[in-house]
């Protein structure tokens, strides 16, 4: 496969994102790879080099662009329990500033990107935020997503009147999502609760908790990294992505 950086012009500016893709002349599916928290990295970009051999055009965009250009934690060692709590005040702002207005705004910049590299409708791959801004664009842009995985993704049901949860009548792809055990940020509840609104819409989904897995448990340049659950999560994907923007 080849991997590089390439620029996506926006409504707001212009954003870095890392395509990677198989190494031949062929049109393949789209897949757009949305970050976690820490945001675009070399983890992001192994990722989606290994998507990309299975034979896939992966589009990982720097979602975080309007505050700056390449890695966000350049330096930062994830691992470290001393840097951890530094880190998140540094990013927690980023998150919260990227509203879902923002990134279904975003979201039309990155897919045409995307299709004009790829065939076909998109498929969407998130990991803990990035879970939640791929069900913003699902359910902004329905005609044009396919499939979304969710990864160890939190917040997907709140109390506020603008919970993701409600907006579950709005999105016609497939999702599958593969839950962090124990995590505060999805509890059993919220779960149940998300799963209670799927089917009170009549989505097609599938929802497993990934047993003694942390929240991050995809992510191998953090200390939540759980090989099993990491290749357990990618063969789930593979199987969402082939039955539905393969076979498209």
Known sequence: MTGTTVEITTHDGVADAYLARPDDDGRHPGVLLLVDAFGLRPQIEQMADRIAEHGYVVLAP??????????????????????????????????????????????????DGLAQESEGPAALTGYCMGGRLGW??????????????CFHTGGLVTDGDDSPHLRAGEIGAELYFGHADNDRSMTPDNIAALNHALDEAGARYRAEVYEGAAHGYTMADTAAYDEAAAERHYSALYSLLDRTVAAA
């Not at 998140?88 to 702002?93: D, I």
């Open 136 to 149: 913003a664009i699902a359910a902004a842009h329905p005609e044009r997503v396919a499939a979304v995985g």
């Open 62 to 111: 720097n979602v975080f662009y309007r505050n700056g250009r390449g890695e966000l934690l350049a330096g930062v060692d994830l691992k470290d329990p001393e840097q951890r709590g530094p880190t998140m005040e540094k990013v927690m702002p980023l998150v919260r500033g990227l509203t879902p207005e923002l990134i279904a705004r975003d979201a039309e910049a990155y897919l």
